[in-house]
């Protein structure tokens, strides 16, 4: 017997095993080669892309839609490029993740049935396309197609993988990472003297190399990773966890604090209620609102000067746009007047404000505003997706238990916090807006399958 397996392998396995490594070889000397000419010629992303391919292949869920949920926070100043706008690496990296989780879902046997819900973000986003056949600029409208159709395809892709919790659970850590290396990054900013200057106050943001984000939106992209932080925290038992959990929820909190972005503090308000309203104000409910309530002993006396001015500045001019823009519904709200083309309209209607606040100015709403570029029709087809989503994800969360429950409650109430930061923002077309949707789709499908089984 001991002969028998000391006995060598025959030529053809022997060849098969030599062609291998051959190929492994090649493969290792191409791509040390392509790294050192990306090197060579600062093309830093084609670089990094190919120390990527490895760990892609390995786990392309959790790299691909962890690493866009990751880099979300810092989408402002990763652009491409010397210029200050332009293609960013999160769309990039936002392109590449679709396309990985496509072959995945090829290659694995991984395609599953998308939720109702996309059937309505289609028609949405189709009606949106089609819109700019008849907007009033056109020129604008056909500039954001392009972001309106990658949204939709990353959607529809991600929602159509079978994505295991444990990928989850990835991508959910990664955006809490980000969320709290944003978070501590503009808050070092803001404390060491870089401020976003505005017109009256001085706001922390994402800053760099010239560039910046908006407060109101860095404030926006900073509400799913908090919801996420405050999921874990309310399903963890281990108090080492606990506490780090609370440390990341409150320098996140910070974070959006020094924005001082009035609307998205009032929808942070909102997310937390909700929690509070389903944990039945149990006493971990009260661990985020203690947390929360204690930061305004840090936060400058600028950010309750602004929170004062708040009537008195008619919301920084949004009432005054919002009245205007109300009498644009009569004029386009049955076909709209066109993708992007609020501001476009607003000129011909901003006298009809109590206070002339200028003109070609951003609806600051994304109701208003849908209702002007849409229309009944893309509002209508918007607000069935919505409730289409909520609808299914309250259903399934009736039956869950433990660390789902919590997990379906964070995306929840992320999606919550981003129809109510919509009341004085525009953020329809972030892709902070259209991943705490696609995630809570992803999470409300492997929720009813575990319930059924």
Same mark, same amino acid.
């Given at each position: &017997?001991?002969?028998?397996?000391?006995?060598?392998?025959?030529?053809?396995?022997?060849?098969?095993?030599?062609?291998?490594?051959?190929?492994?070889?090649? +493969?290792?000397?191409?791509?040390?080669?392509?790294?050192?000419?990306?090197?060579?010629?600062?093309?830093? *992303?084609?670089?990094? &892309?190919?120390?990527?391919?490895?760990?892609?292949?390995?786990?392309?869920?959790?790299?691909?839609?962890? *690493?866009?949920?990751?880099?979300?926070?810092?989408?402002?100043?990763?652009?491409?490029?010397?210029?200050?706008?332009?293609?960013?690496?999160?769309?990039?990296?936002?392109?590449?993740?679709?396309?990985?989780?496509?072959?995945?879902?090829? =290659?694995?046997?991984?395609?599953? @049935?998308?939720?109702?819900?996309?059937?309505?973000?289609?028609?949405?986003?189709?009606?949106?396309?089609?819109?700019?056949?008849? !907007?009033?600029? =056109?020129? *604008?409208?056909?500039?954001?197609?392009?972001?309106?159709?990658?949204?939709?395809?990353?959607?529809?892709?991600?929602?159509?993988?079978?994505?295991?919790?444990?990928?989850?659970?990835?991508?959910?850590?990664? =955006?809490?990472?980000?969320?709290? !290396?944003?978070?501590?990054?503009?808050?070092?900013?803001?404390?060491?003297?870089?401020?976003?200057?505005?017109?009256?106050?001085?706001?922390?943001?994402?800053?760099?190399?010239?560039?910046?984000?908006?407060?109101?939106?860095?404030?926006?992209?900073?509400?799913?990773?908090?919801? *996420? @932080?405050?999921?874990?925290?309310?399903?963890?038992?281990?108090?080492?966890?606990?506490?780090?959990?609370?440390?990341?929820?409150?320098?996140?909190?910070?974070?959006?604090?020094?924005? &001082?972005?009035?609307?998205?503090?009032?929808?942070? %308000?909102?997310?937390?209620?909700?929690?509070?309203?389903?944990?039945?104000?149990?006493?971990?409910?009260?661990?985020?609102?203690?947390?929360?309530?204690?930061?305004?002993?840090?936060?400058?006396?600028?950010? +309750?000067?602004?929170?004062?001015? @708040?009537?008195?500045?008619?919301?920084?001019?949004? +009432?005054?746009?919002?009245?205007?823009?109300?009498? !644009?519904?009569?004029?386009?709200?049955?076909?709209?007047?066109?993708?992007?083309?609020?501001?476009?309209?607003?000129?011909?209607?901003?006298? !009809?404000?109590?206070?002339?606040?200028?003109?070609?100015?951003?609806?600051?709403?994304?109701?208003?505003?849908?209702?002007?570029?849409?229309?009944?029709?893309? +509002?209508?087809?918007?607000?069935?997706?919505?409730?289409?989503?909520?609808?299914?994800?309250?259903?399934?969360?009736? %039956? &869950?238990?433990?660390?789902?429950?919590?997990?379906?409650?964070?995306?929840?109430?992320?999606?919550?916090?981003?129809?109510?930061?919509?009341?004085?923002?525009?953020?329809?077309?972030?892709?902070?807006?259209?991943?705490?949707?696609?995630?809570?789709?992803?999470?409300?499908?492997?929720?009813?399958?575990? @319930?059924?089984?």
């Amino acid at each position: &017997m001991s002969t028998t397996l000391a006995r060598p392998s025959t030529g053809k396995v022997k060849c098969v095993g030599a062609g291998e490594r051959v190929l492994f070889s090649v +493969f290792l000397v191409g791509a040390a080669l392509l790294l050192g000419v990306s090197v060579g010629t600062n093309h830093w *992303l084609f670089a990094v &892309m190919l120390l990527a391919l490895p760990l892609v292949l390995q786990w392309p869920v959790r790299v691909s839609l962890g *690493l866009f949920a990751l880099l979300l926070p810092f989408d402002a100043i990763s652009v491409l490029g010397q210029g200050k706008s332009g293609t960013t690496l999160t769309f990039v990296v936002g392109g590449a993740a679709t396309l990985v989780l496509m072959f995945t879902a090829l =290659a694995g046997n991984r395609f599953t @049935a998308p939720p109702r819900a996309a059937l309505w973000w289609s028609l949405f986003v189709i009606w949106s396309v089609s819109t700019a056949f008849w !907007a009033l600029n =056109a020129e *604008l409208s056909w500039q954001r197609v392009p972001t309106a159709l990658a949204l939709l395809l990353m959607f529809l892709v991600t929602v159509s993988v079978r994505i295991t919790p444990g990928e989850l659970s990835c991508v959910e850590l990664c =955006a809490i990472v980000g969320g709290f !290396a944003a978070a501590v990054y503009s808050t070092a900013q803001f404390y060491s003297g870089i401020f976003y200057r505005g017109a009256l106050s001085m706001r922390a943001s994402m800053i760099a190399g010239g560039r910046e984000e908006d407060p109101n939106q860095f404030a926006v992209v900073l509400l799913l990773p908090i919801a *996420l @932080a405050l999921g874990r925290l309310f399903s963890t038992h281990n108090r080492l966890e606990r506490t780090l959990l609370t440390i990341v929820t409150g320098v996140i909190g910070l974070g959006v604090f020094l924005t &001082m972005s009035r609307g998205v503090i009032f929808a942070l %308000s909102v997310l937390v209620l909700f929690f509070v309203y389903r944990l039945r104000v149990g006493w971990r409910a009260l661990i985020p609102v203690c947390t929360l309530l204690s930061l305004c002993l840090v936060v400058p006396e600028s950010f +309750f000067a602004r929170l004062r001015g @708040a009537v008195s500045s008619r919301a920084a001019g949004r +009432f005054d746009i919002w009245i205007a823009g109300i009498q !644009a519904i009569w004029h386009h709200g049955l076909w709209g007047a066109g993708l992007d083309n609020f501001s476009t309209t607003y000129s011909e209607v901003a006298g !009809a404000a109590p206070t002339f606040s200028g003109f070609a100015r951003d609806s600051h709403n994304i109701y208003i505003g849908m209702l002007v570029e849409l229309g009944i029709i893309g +509002f209508l087809f918007f607000a069935c997706a919505l409730r289409s989503q909520l609808r299914d994800a309250a259903q399934v969360s009736g %039956s &869950m238990h433990g660390i789902g429950q919590y997990r379906l409650l964070s995306y929840q109430a992320a999606c919550y916090g981003m129809l109510a930061a919509g009341i004085s923002l525009d953020i329809v077309w972030r892709k902070s807006f259209w991943l705490c949707w696609m995630l809570l789709a992803v999470t409300t499908s492997f929720s009813r399958r575990q @319930a059924r089984s």
